[in-house]
């Protein structure tokens, strides 16, 4: 009986099957939709770590991958570990909200836990960086990442001048404390700013094509809810009460009382 002709793999499948076979590369993000996004697709630690695609690049949201942001919600903790090692890693960005990266050796048996059980909880995470941990430093303004954010200083959730009228502060020599402080989180900042990019919705202004490298990541996030009018049990959704503008832009939406709408002024810009 004659035997039977294997079928026939393309160059391309036939490389892609024994890359597969070959990498070892195991990288999983934790998203606050989506608690266990696993994939095998670097061919090496570096990669996995530094390279576009890796877990750097993912918590600065540089590049392409920060859509996954958009797509998946926050990212908690990146881990990368080999299938055949001791010991893999985990990072994530600094509680202080500081631009800084943090990362920690890990046991593989705590990580083989996490991907049996395909999630990792806030209070896991938090314990895996109870112990000493690595910090990483931004990119510096001497020597900055080619697509890296500029970040001179820790940013608190807003900006000095967002803070809208009729909101109740106290100024001294050295700082400023709010009384109110309300809504002004940075995961609903993130978030909005994930949906419209750092564009004014006003007058188009992107920071990072008018100014370069300092203006990356540069842009007010605007309330169109008053934000003095805001009670404590009030939720701010990110895409219908939030919205990015440039300072001008800003200004003049706070120039009435109400403010303008976001409409408003864009029509009277077009009008001028």
Same mark, same amino acid.
């Given at each position: 009986?004659?035997?039977?002709?294997?079928?026939?793999?393309?160059?391309?499948?036939?490389?892609?099957? *024994?890359? /597969?076979?070959?990498?070892?590369? $195991?990288? /999983?993000?934790?998203? @606050?939709?989506?608690?266990?996004?696993?994939? *095998? #697709?670097?061919?090496?630690?570096?990669?996995?770590?530094?390279?576009?695609?890796?877990?750097?690049?993912?918590? *600065?949201? #540089?590049?392409?991958?920060?859509?996954?942001?958009?797509? %998946?919600?926050?990212?908690?903790?990146?881990?990368?570990?080999?299938?055949?090692?001791?010991?893999?890693?985990?990072? *994530?960005?600094?509680?202080?909200?500081?631009?800084?990266?943090?990362?920690?050796?890990?046991?593989?048996?705590?990580?083989?836990?996490? @991907?049996?059980?395909?999630?990792?909880?806030?209070?896991?995470?938090?314990?895996?960086?109870?112990? $000493?941990?690595?910090?990483?430093?931004?990119?510096?303004?001497?020597?900055?990442?080619?697509?890296?954010?500029?970040?001179?200083?820790?940013?608190?959730?807003?900006?000095?001048?967002?803070?809208?009228?009729?909101?109740? %502060?106290?100024?001294?020599?050295?700082?400023?404390?709010?009384? $109110?402080?309300?809504?002004?989180?940075?995961?609903?900042?993130?978030?909005?700013?994930?949906?419209?990019?750092?564009?004014?919705?006003?007058?188009?202004?992107?920071?990072?094509?008018?100014?370069?490298?300092?203006?990356?990541?540069?842009?007010?996030?605007?309330?169109?809810?008053?934000?003095?009018?805001?009670?404590? $049990? %009030?939720?701010? @959704?990110?895409?219908? @009460?939030?919205?990015?503008?440039?300072?001008?832009?800003?200004?003049?939406?706070?120039?009435?009382?109400?403010?303008?709408?976001?409409?408003?002024?864009?029509?009277?810009?077009?009008?001028?």
């Amino acid at each position: 009986m004659p035997r039977q002709a294997r079928p026939c793999l393309s160059s391309k499948k036939l490389a892609f099957t *024994r890359s /597969a076979r070959m990498s070892s590369i $195991n990288f /999983a993000v934790v998203h @606050d939709r989506k608690p266990w996004r696993k994939h *095998r #697709i670097h061919q090496s630690l570096h990669a996995a770590i530094d390279g576009n695609d890796g877990a750097r690049n993912l918590l *600065r949201r #540089i590049g392409r991958v920060a859509d996954m942001w958009r797509k %998946y919600g926050d990212v908690r903790c990146v881990f990368v570990w080999e299938d055949d090692a001791d010991d893999g890693q985990a990072f *994530r960005l600094s509680l202080d909200r500081d631009g800084t990266i943090q990362s920690q050796k890990l046991g593989i048996d705590r990580i083989l836990k996490f @991907d049996k059980q395909k999630s990792c909880s806030v209070q896991e995470i938090a314990d895996c960086f109870a112990e $000493n941990f690595v910090p990483e430093s931004p990119p510096s303004a001497a020597a900055p990442c080619p697509d890296a954010p500029i970040s001179p200083v820790p940013f608190l959730g807003f900006y000095p001048d967002e803070i809208p009228e009729g909101t109740s %502060y106290v100024e001294g020599l050295a700082q400023q404390v709010l009384v $109110n402080h309300y809504e002004r989180s940075a995961e609903a900042r993130n978030a909005c700013i994930g949906h419209y990019q750092c564009i004014c919705q006003v007058c188009g202004i992107d920071f990072s094509k008018r100014y370069g490298p300092i203006g990356k990541g540069f842009i007010h996030v605007h309330h169109r809810v008053p934000i003095s009018s805001i009670g404590i $049990n %009030y939720r701010v @959704d990110p895409i219908k @009460d939030l919205v990015p503008v440039c300072p001008n832009c800003h200004a003049m939406l706070h120039r009435s009382e109400p403010p303008l709408e976001i409409e408003e002024l864009r029509a009277l810009l077009n009008d001028g």
